[in-house]
C-alpha cells in the first residue's frame, strides 16, 4: 500500500522519535510512505470562527501539495494535524464560496483546490485497512503484558464526525496494544485535555493536569502511557519535571508514542526509537520487562 | 458568583451579542442552562465565569463582564463542552468569538516578546505557533 504523508513540523524537531518509528512501523507493515516533496506548518489549530477564512490557507495549500503529489489521500501521525487538515478540508469541501475564495487568494498555485483529498491518521489506516488481526502476526517481540494507558486527548476525537473513533469512549488505541500483547489498562482521563498550548504561558495549569492525568493511570496500574500527539507529550512527559516541584508526592511516568511500542514489536532497535528525546527515561521499565 | 451583576432588557440583542452569534455561527437562545458544559470542561477551576455563565452572559448583553473575564483565555478549545451540550450549541466557538473580538481590538492576551529565550528553546514549535494563533492577533 502506498500512500502520501504529511509530517508537519514537530515530527522533524522534538518529536522525531515519533517519526522515525512509525516509518520503521510502516515499513515493516507493507506500508510505502511517500512525503510531500513540500509542505507547509498546518497552522496547528483550526480556526472556530465563522469568518476567520485567511487561517484556513495554511492546511489547504498542504492538501494542493497531496494533488499535486498525485494522490487523493493523505497521512497524518500528528494528532493535532490531522485535526487541522481534516476540518479545513471538511469545511471547504462543504463550503464551495469559500473554497473558490481561498483559491483566489492562492492565485500563484499552479492548479485549484478541488476538494477531492481525503485525510487519514496512521491509526485508522492501522485499523481500518492493515486490519489489527493481520497485524498480530507481524509481531516478533510481543510487549510481554507491559501495563498501557491509552490517552487519546482532544484532537483524536473531537469534534463527533472528524474524529474516528467514539467520542466519549475511543478505543483504537486499546486494540492496538492488546494485539501487541500489551495489557490495556482502563482509566477516566482518557480523553482529558492536556491543557495545550497553555504550557506556553501558563505552566501551572499543565502541572496540575498532569499530575491528574498521570496519577489516574498510575493508580490503575500502568507502567507506561501512549500517545499520539506531540503536544500531549511535551505536556504529559517534560511538564512532569514542573510538576515533581508543585506537587511533592507526585512520582510520574514513562510517556510514548503509540508508535514506539508498535515498532517495538515489529522489531525495532532502541538507536530508531530516541529515548533520548524523553524527560521520563522508559528504558528501565522496557529493560525489567525484557522488550530492550 | 458573589459579584453584582445589572441585568436590563435594552440589552438583551445588541450589537455585540449579535457579533458573538455571527462570530460563533450559535443560536445562544438555544441553551437553558443545564450546565453540562461545565460539568464536563477541565479548565473551570482556572476560571471566574463558568462556561454554561459565559453563555448566559452573552445572552444579556453582559459585555464589559465577558471581555474582562479571566475564562476566555484559560479555555483551550478542547470541545468536551461542544461534545456534551444537549442543545448541540459549540460553546468552545462561543469563547473563541469573545477572544476574537478582543484579539481584533489588538488586545494580545500573550507578548511574544516577553517569552524567555530557554523556553523558546525547550517549547516544541507545536506549543508556540498554536499560543500565538490563538493568543495574538
Given at each position: 500500500?502506498?500512500?502520501?504523508?504529511?509530517?508537519?513540523?514537530?515530527?522533524?524537531?522534538?518529536?522525531?522519535?515519533?517519526?522515525?518509528?512509525?516509518?520503521?512501523?510502516?515499513?515493516?507493515?507493507?506500508?510505502?510512505?511517500?512525503?510531500?516533496?513540500?509542505?507547509?506548518?498546518?497552522?496547528?489549530?483550526?480556526?472556530?470562527?465563522?469568518?476567520?477564512?485567511?487561517?484556513?490557507?495554511?492546511?489547504?495549500?498542504?492538501?494542493?501539495?497531496?494533488?499535486?503529489?498525485?494522490?487523493?489521500?493523505?497521512m497524518?501521525?500528528?494528532?493535532?494535524?490531522?485535526?487541522?487538515?481534516?476540518?479545513?478540508?471538511?469545511?471547504?469541501?462543504?463550503?464551495?464560496?469559500?473554497?473558490?475564495?481561498?483559491?483566489?487568494?492562492?492565485?500563484?498555485?499552479?492548479?485549484?483546490?478541488?476538494?477531492?483529498?481525503?485525510?487519514?491518521?496512521?491509526?485508522?489506516?492501522?485499523?481500518?485497512?492493515?486490519?489489527?488481526?493481520?497485524?498480530?502476526?507481524?509481531?516478533?517481540?510481543?510487549?510481554?503484558?507491559?501495563?498501557?494507558?491509552?490517552y487519546?486527548?482532544c484532537?483524536?476525537?473531537?469534534?463527533?464526525?472528524?474524529?474516528?473513533?467514539d467520542?466519549?469512549?475511543?478505543?483504537?488505541?486499546?486494540?492496538?496494544?492488546?494485539?501487541?500483547?500489551?495489557?490495556?489498562?482502563?482509566?477516566?482521563?482518557k480523553?482529558?485535555c492536556?491543557?495545550?498550548?497553555?504550557?506556553?504561558?501558563?505552566?501551572?495549569?499543565?502541572?496540575?493536569?498532569?499530575?491528574?492525568?498521570?496519577?489516574?493511570?498510575?493508580?490503575?496500574?500502568?507502567?507506561?502511557?501512549?500517545?499520539?500527539?506531540?503536544?500531549?507529550?511535551?505536556?504529559?512527559?517534560?511538564?512532569?519535571?514542573?510538576?515533581?516541584?508543585?506537587?511533592?508526592?507526585?512520582?510520574?511516568?514513562?510517556?510514548?508514542?503509540?508508535?514506539?511500542?508498535?515498532?517495538?514489536?515489529?522489531?525495532?532497535?532502541?538507536?530508531?526509537?530516541?529515548?533520548?528525546?524523553?524527560?521520563?527515561?522508559?528504558?528501565?521499565?522496557?529493560?525489567?520487562?525484557?522488550?530492550? | 458568583?458573589?459579584?453584582?451583576?445589572?441585568?436590563?432588557?435594552?440589552?438583551?440583542?445588541?450589537?455585540?451579542?449579535?457579533?458573538?452569534?455571527?462570530?460563533?455561527g450559535?443560536?445562544?437562545?438555544?441553551?437553558?442552562?443545564c450546565?453540562?458544559?461545565?460539568?464536563?470542561?477541565?479548565?473551570?477551576?482556572?476560571?471566574?465565569?463558568?462556561?454554561?455563565q459565559?453563555?448566559?452572559?452573552?445572552?444579556?448583553g453582559l459585555?464589559?463582564?465577558?471581555?474582562?473575564?479571566?475564562?476566555?483565555?484559560?479555555?483551550?478549545s478542547?470541545?468536551?463542552?461542544?461534545?456534551?451540550?444537549?442543545k448541540?450549541?459549540?460553546?468552545?466557538?462561543?469563547?473563541?468569538?469573545?477572544?476574537?473580538?478582543?484579539?481584533?481590538?489588538?488586545?494580545?492576551?500573550?507578548?511574544?516578546?516577553?517569552?524567555?529565550?530557554?523556553?523558546?528553546?525547550?517549547?516544541?514549535?507545536?506549543?508556540?505557533?498554536?499560543?500565538?494563533?490563538?493568543?495574538?492577533?
Open positions: 500500500m502506498e500512500v502520501a504523508y504529511y509530517p508537519g513540523c514537530t515530527l522533524k524537531a522534538n518529536a522525531r522519535n515519533f517519526e522515525d518509528s512509525a516509518l520503521f512501523a510502516c515499513e515493516k507493515l507493507d506500508i510505502e510512505i511517500k512525503e510531500l516533496s513540500r509542505w507547509n506548518c498546518c497552522g496547528t489549530v483550526f480556526s472556530l470562527s465563522t469568518d476567520d477564512l485567511i487561517h484556513h490557507m495554511a492546511p489547504v495549500r498542504n492538501l494542493i501539495r497531496v494533488e499535486e503529489n498525485g494522490s487523493n489521500r493523505v497524518t501521525l500528528c494528532a493535532m494535524c490531522y485535526n487541522t487538515l481534516k476540518r479545513a478540508n471538511e469545511r471547504v469541501k462543504a463550503d464551495p464560496e469559500s473554497l473558490e475564495k481561498l483559491n483566489r487568494v492562492m492565485y500563484k498555485e499552479e492548479v485549484d483546490y478541488q476538494g477531492n483529498v481525503e485525510v487519514v491518521h496512521m491509526l485508522e489506516l492501522l485499523r481500518d485497512e492493515i486490519e489489527f488481526t493481520n497485524l498480530a502476526s507481524k509481531v516478533i517481540k510481543p510487549l510481554n503484558n507491559l501495563k498501557v494507558a491509552c487519546y486527548g484532537m483524536l476525537v473531537r469534534p463527533e464526525g472528524i474524529g474516528f473513533d467520542i466519549e469512549n475511543p478505543s483504537v488505541l486499546e486494540d492496538l496494544i492488546h494485539v501487541l500483547e500489551g495489557q490495556p489498562v482502563d482509566f477516566p482521563f480523553t482529558e492536556c491543557g495545550a498550548y497553555q504550557t506556553v504561558d501558563k505552566p501551572d495549569i499543565i502541572a496540575e493536569r498532569t499530575d491528574q492525568i498521570i496519577n489516574s493511570a498510575r493508580n490503575r496500574g500502568a507502567e507506561v502511557m501512549v500517545m499520539a500527539c506531540p503536544l500531549c507529550a511535551f505536556n504529559l512527559d517534560h511538564r512532569q519535571k514542573i510538576t515533581r516541584q508543585v506537587y511533592s508526592g507526585f512520582r510520574g511516568m514513562p510517556v510514548l508514542y503509540f508508535s514506539q511500542l508498535l515498532a517495538l514489536a515489529l522489531g525495532c532497535g532502541t538507536e530508531t526509537l530516541k529515548f533520548d528525546l524523553h524527560y521520563f527515561n522508559p528504558e528501565p521499565i522496557l529493560k525489567e520487562k525484557g522488550l530492550i | 458568583m458573589s459579584e453584582r451583576v445589572d441585568v436590563s432588557r435594552t440589552r438583551i440583542g445588541d450589537p455585540f451579542v449579535l457579533k458573538i452569534e455571527e462570530l460563533s450559535q443560536n445562544l437562545l438555544a441553551c437553558y442552562q450546565g453540562k458544559c461545565s460539568a464536563g470542561c477541565p479548565a473551570v477551576s482556572e476560571m471566574d465565569i463558568l462556561p454554561n459565559i453563555i448566559r452572559y452573552a445572552q444579556l459585555t464589559d463582564e465577558l471581555i474582562r473575564s479571566k475564562s476566555i483565555w484559560v479555555c483551550a478542547c470541545l468536551t463542552c461542544n461534545a456534551r451540550c444537549p448541540g450549541i459549540n460553546i468552545a466557538e462561543v469563547i473563541e468569538a469573545l477572544r476574537q473580538i478582543q484579539l481584533r481590538r489588538r488586545n494580545d492576551h500573550i507578548d511574544i516578546g516577553k517569552v524567555k529565550d530557554p523556553e523558546m528553546e525547550e517549547l516544541p514549535p507545536i506549543a508556540l505557533i498554536s499560543s500565538f494563533r490563538k493568543f495574538t492577533s
